[in-house]
């Protein structure tokens, strides 16, 4: 048998190789550095934004959670001020947490994410690209949104859920008892509303523009724990 003379590239091919593996392992390392959050599976949302407002101590969050254990398949609420409506959640407290959950979430789940540093939050909200199929739930949501970056990515939200049918994949909620300090781009966006007793009349006429003056007498003179619902 002819002895095959040897390749000359084969030394080449080889380091070209480690080469590639090393740039694509570096490119994962990068990936993961920048905090990417993995997609999770793709189902729709609804458009439009649900706001639930009222007074301090009304019954706001306990609300809000009972709502998404009915309709959410997936949520996640942004939890700044550690609501104890929300202590029996399972809550994610650094970027670490939030990726080990994401690289195993499959199913039907409600996670809070709870720390008093707003970096943990924007960061969350800068990657509402890679979401799908997943309620965002900002409680106190005007202090959320004196962080510019997490209101830009809301109103993007808002605005993108509404005119692309959820494409996005995110839906939002917001829950405030100062409706008047949410961004205008994203309260033009509400649809719905859960309202307990209010009485600011910045508030009131707030939500006056939404639902009528009827709707926002009615929510000026509602008892304790008491709520109204109504489609804008
Ligand atoms: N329907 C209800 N009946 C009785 N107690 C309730 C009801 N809803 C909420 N509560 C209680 O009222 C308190 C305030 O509830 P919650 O935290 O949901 O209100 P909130 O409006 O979100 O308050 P905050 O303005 O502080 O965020 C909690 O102790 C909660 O357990
Ligand atoms: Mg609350």
Known sequence: MPHEPPDPTRGLRVVLAILALAVAAILFMVGQLRGDVPVTAPCLVRPG???ILGKSRTG????????????????????PRASEALDAVPTLTS??????????????????VRTFDLGLYSWLAASVAHWRGVVWVMDDAHSLFSDPLIAEKAIEVGVGGRHMGGRLGVELWVITHRPVMVPAAIRSQVNTIHTFRQTGPLDLAELARWCGEDFAERASQLGDYQHITGDV
């Open 49 to 51: 934004v649900t706001a």
């Open 60 to 79: 706001k969050t306990t609300l809000a959670l009972k709502e998404l254990h009915g309709y959410a398949h997936r949520a996640l609420i942004f939890d």
């Open 95 to 112: 970027r670490a947490e939030v990726r080990r959950h994401f690289a195993n979430s499959a199913g039907r789940w409600i996670r809070t």
